[in-house]
């Protein structure tokens, strides 16, 4: 038998090394993928029914503050339309334009979006969170599902394209996390996760600052912003900004360039920073989150502000004779499809 050149041993082991890594990867792939996407409750439950199952037809999107503050129950007794809160702890604007676009993209359109903004929506994180690669690794399990997600990876260069090919990078941490969404029940209803209680002082007293809070931008959340509402409006999806409450305020340059952008595109700006009713630390969980109560009380408000422009979109329509009728629906053939084009009205919380 011929003896093997030194080269030839190189290459056979070159060979062998490459086909079982394909078949390691594949292989830890395919059970990543499995327990991902069965997963029954958590985070990966609420990604994979919003990126590919979800038929609502009122969404909310945000980040944790959107998660613990719009209770879906409130909108659907007031609305009569399901609603389903899309929320996600740690996640910015880039998060929140791709599991928009998903709906559009396989045509299962909204009737109505309400985006809850914070700085980080438009400004560089220093944290690890609410940036773009905190986006990239909850959104890496559906690469290739979406233009818009794919888009969004494309950002950090071909590189990145190149590495979701492989599984164990597309996957990478995700399987404790996976078997832990098929075994351990996490308590939320329709995306709304409640938070019981006040880690706060019932002595704690609301303050207001003086001083502004300076913005860093980043220019690709800008444009993602832009992209979202844009989005809504190609799309005839009626939608609103809001600034949901936290227990303090500081102005903030990042809200104030939201806000300009809301008022560019006619987009209604609901600002709920500073508003007297939810201003007892009762109604926190801590300096950030409303809890239970607050959140019940919030998205009461919420619903009104939003039934206010919904009603004067009817009146303009001449589908109903007064902006102050009680004879309220949005059910199909009502709303559905026209842009809300309001951004100045009597209704003082708007730009």
Not at 161 to 172: E, G, Q, S
Not at 269 to 274: E, F, I, N, T, V
Request: aromatic share 14%; with cysteine.
């Amino acid at each position: 038998m011929k003896k093997m050149k030194e080269w030839q041993k190189v290459l056979l082991g070159v060979a062998v090394f490459v086909v079982l890594a394909f078949v390691a990867d594949r292989g830890f792939g395919c059970l990543s993928e499995k327990f991902y996407y069965s997963s029954k409750y958590g985070i990966f439950r609420r990604n994979i029914y919003c990126l590919t199952e979800s038929k609502d037809e009122v969404l909310i999107f945000g980040s944790s503050r959107a998660a613990h503050h719009y209770v879906p129950q409130v909108f659907e007794d007031s609305l009569g339309l399901s609603c389903y809160n899309c929320g996600s702890d740690g996640e910015c604007i880039y998060y929140h334009y791709a599991i928009l676009s998903s709906y559009i993209e396989r045509g299962d359109l909204p009737k109505m979006v309400v985006l809850d903004v914070n700085s980080s929506d438009v400004c560089v994180s220093h944290t690890g969170t609410f940036d773009l690669d905190c986006a990239l690794d909850r959104l890496a399990p559906h690469y290739g599902q979406y233009a818009s997600i794919d888009s969004l990876f494309a950002l950090n260069g071909w590189k990145e394209t190149l590495k979701m090919n492989l599984m164990t990078y597309r996957y990478n941490s995700k399987l404790v996390q996976a078997i832990k969404c098929n075994f351990i029940p996490w308590p939320e209803d329709r995306g709304y996760e409640a938070l019981i209680g006040s880690s706060l002082d019932s002595t704690d007293v609301f303050k207001i600052s003086d001083e502004m809070d300076a913005a860093e931008y980043e220019e690709n959340k800008i444009v993602y912003l832009r992209k979202f509402i844009s989005a809504c409006k190609d799309n005839g999806i009626p939608m609103v900004i809001a600034h949901s409450p936290s227990f303090g305020y500081t102005p903030s340059e990042g809200l104030d360039y939201i806000r300009s952008v809301a008022l560019e595109y006619g987009v209604p700006y609901l600002d709920y920073g500073k508003d007297e009713r939810f201003m007892s630390p009762r109604l926190f969980k801590d300096g950030s989150h409303l809890n239970d109560e607050g959140a019940k009380s919030y998205s009461v408000a919420v619903v009104a502000e939003i039934k206010k422009l919904l009603l004067h979109l009817q009146y303009q329509k001449g589908l109903i004779h007064t902006a102050a009728s009680n004879d309220f629906s949005i059910r199909e053939g009502s709303v559905h499809g026209q842009w809300v084009w309001i951004a100045l009205f009597a209704y003082g919380r708007y730009v």
